[in-house]
């Protein structure tokens, strides 16, 4: 059973810069497409960035598209986040799925079976 856990969330300023890992256990990441997502209090979940684990091409949404970049070695998979705005603010989720249809559809429709516990990234001064 593919297990997920994510590290990194914390305090930083506007303009800063934080990178999450994820890390993956129980199930090489090559059989998955790995997302990033993003929940905000009072909003729904958005998918931020999706990452097809055999051939690694990765789609970004356009809220964070130019500042977030994805990344993955093995079984790690990184979200480097730049220029971070007190939107960014919320509670930052990876998740796997093994049978998503686009890269896209998985981040625009949360498709995802697979789960970490999520790291709270607060941007503030």
């Known amino acids: 059973q593919l297990q997920l856990v994510e590290l990194g969330g914390g305090l930083v300023q506007p303009g800063g810069s934080l990178t999450l890992s994820c890390g993956a256990s129980g199930w090489s990441l090559d059989y998955f497409a790995i997302g990033w997502f993003r929940q905000v209090p009072g909003k729904e979940r958005e998918g931020l960035s999706c990452m097809s684990g055999s051939d690694g091409s990765t789609y970004y949404s356009d809220a964070v598209k130019g500042r977030f970049t994805m990344s993955r070695d093995k079984n790690t998979v990184w979200l480097r986040m730049s220029n971070l705005r007190p939107e960014d603010t919320g509670i930052y989720y990876c998740?796997?799925?093994?049978?998503?249809?686009?890269?896209?559809?998985?981040?625009?429709?949360?498709?995802?079976?697979?789960w970490g516990q999520g790291t709270q990234v607060t941007i503030s001064s």
């Open positions: 998740a796997a799925d093994a049978a998503f249809t686009t890269l896209q559809n998985m981040c625009t429709y949360i498709e995802a079976d697979t």
